[in-house]
């Protein structure tokens, strides 16, 4: 089912129409109520009339993590607390803490959103969802409930960690979807294989919050017979619902009429191809609270503007296959992977990029670091590129409080990441 036909399927013609003439009102609304953006306009000699359609969208200013941080805690805010009805906080990557705030409108919009993508998943009013996400994530709980109740379904809204009670819910309350992070479904899937327990009428799980993989996705399919759907989102633009993925499962729609898209080259910033990796860069059409123009998300993905098999015409994304601005848990310490990556880029000496995994083996958390360098002859030259490895383990060692295991690779998967000089891969959360 189509949740929003009327803006779902509209032609392309009438999207970039529909985008444009918000992005006009969007930059005035931006120059007149955020200051801190307003300012970014002037020093690049930038006024309103000068954003005519969506093709001025690149004249615009981008908006980083460090925008946001400089603006703590409210310079991004575009109206008065009075207009705002929910306040919550982002741990940012530099390890201080961010405010977002959202007006009545926003919260409607964010249902408006999950609805859609709940719908994507085949679930309806005839549904009985479960809603699982662990306490501290559940902001993202709110918003997949608000979506689940917007389309009539019956909800049973429930924290992950208690666990034994999810799975006696699913059976009691005749469960038949759930919305969830790809970790619960990963323990429903053991509960079921390991204890012979029961996945009940469960048909369709919606999935986000945390990376995967197909290899989990089919895995977990296999295992408890629950068809997972993709679902994209991040708190700085509202939250989960972003995107979502429909039955046809290639790639998550993108909710087009709230949200433009750009993927960049993430050393040019310049747009590239329809399916070529690239940064995704996000402009919040329709946001009050704190609108975001090409706001940098980090988070690498391709994209796709054909019309899906499913009728809809909004843009598909790939699922995020690497973050930056992110957080983990190595051996007990919290550790921001910009640090490793900030660490690794400070060595210039070394003409290398970096392919950083964490993986657990022997239930110990294991780091590995990977050299690739189109010059790995160079650097083996003098002594079998020990000096190299002491040093990347030196760098990573001092960030992650543990010695990393580190190798030299000719150059591989360089390109596979588009070029980007650190690439870290959490594979614990697969
Ligand atoms: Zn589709």
Known sequence: MIWNEARECMSRDQMADLQGKQLVKLVGYMYRNVGYYRKK??????????????????????????????????????????????????DSVSGTERIVGYTQNDLNLWSECMARSIA???LSQNDVIQIAYDPENWVEGLGALSGAERIGATTIPM????????????????????????SYLMHMARMIEKKGMSGG?????????????DKTRKKIQDVIG????????????MGLGVAGECKCQKGMHVQEDYFIAEILDTETLIA???????????????????????????????????????????????????????????RGNRILLFSIENALSELREIKASY?????????????????????SNELMQSDNGESV?????????????????????????????????VTIIDERRY
Not at 68 to 87: E, H, W
Not at 228 to 237: F, N, Q
Not at 290 to 296: A, E, G, Q, V
């Open 159 to 182: 924290h992950t960690d208690k666990k034994k009670d999810l799975m006696s819910a699913i059976r009691k309350f005749h469960v038949t979807g759930i919305i969830g992070t790809p």
């Open 355 to 375: 392919i950083v995994t964490i993986k657990k083996e022997h239930g110990l958390d294991i780091v590995d670091v990977c050299i690739e360098s189109s010059q």
């Open 201 to 213: 009428l469960v048909k369709a799980a919606v999935c986000g919050g945390t990376f995967w993989t």
């Open 389 to 421: 490895k002491r040093c990347v383990a030196a760098a990573v060692g001092k960030i992650i409080g543990m010695k990393p295991n580190v190798y030299i690779r000719e150059n591989g998967g360089t390109l596979l990441y588009n070029r980007r000089k």
């Open 120 to 122: 994507m998943a085949g």
């Open 272 to 330: 590239v191809a329809d399916g070529v990796l690239g940064e995704i860069v996000f402009t919040t059409l329709q946001k009050q609270g704190i609108p975001l123009i090409r706001f940098r998300t980090m988070n690498i993905t391709r994209i796709n503007h054909e019309k899906c098999e499913c009728g809809r015409t909004s843009a598909r994304i790939d699922r995020i296959c690497n973050r930056a601005s992110d957080i983990v848990y190595i």
């Open 41 to 90: 306009m002037k020093r690049l000699g930038l006024e309103p009339g000068d954003i005519r359609g969506i093709e001025d969208l690149c004249k615009l200013p981008f908006t980083t993590n460090e925008d946001l941080q400089d603006a703590y805690p409210n310079g991004m805010f575009a109206v008065p607390m009075s207009k705002l009805v929910r306040y919550g906080t982002i």
């Open 226 to 237: 629950i068809r997972m759907y993709d679902i994209y989102g991040m708190d700085e633009l």
